[in-house]
């Protein structure tokens, strides 16, 4: 399984960005896919969480705020993130599983960096 991460850009507060994972040998029929992040100077936060059944779960820390969605037809699996903040600044990374499954983490890839500010 190998994830590739995209669309990471300096973003004013207030401001909208879509993040995009691209997934290679990975299937939402035996596990579901995250994103997380991890700001400068902290550890890994999981964001958002999406199964094979389009459950989705959220941290409250960005719920309202993000939306987790996937493209069957391209592999890919989506961030959409709005009314972003300064303390949303971090590297956005897309990883196997949910946070506490046990392949959560498995795998994760080389993320994408997002900065708020003015």
């Known amino acids: 399984v190998q994830l590739v991460e995209s669309g990471g850009a300096l973003v004013q507060p207030g401001g909208s960005l879509r993040l995009s994972c691209v997934t290679f040998?990975?299937?939402?029929?035996?596990?579901?896919l995250s994103w997380a992040r991890q700001a400068p100077g902290e550890g890994l936060e999981w964001v958002a969480g999406?199964?094979?059944?389009?459950?989705?779960y959220y941290a409250e820390s960005m719920k309202g705020r993000v939306t987790i969605s996937r493209d069957n037809d391209k592999d890919l699996v989506y961030l959409q993130m709005t009314n972003l903040r300064p303390e949303d600044t971090a590297v956005y990374y897309c990883?196997?599983?949910?946070?506490?499954?046990?392949?959560?983490?498995?795998?994760r890839g080389r993320g994408t960096l997002v900065i708020v500010s003015s």
């Open positions: 990883v196997t599983g949910v946070l506490g499954d046990p392949n959560y983490l498995e795998v």
């Open positions: 040998g990975f299937t939402f029929s035996n596990s579901g």
């Open positions: 999406l199964y094979g059944d389009r459950r989705e």
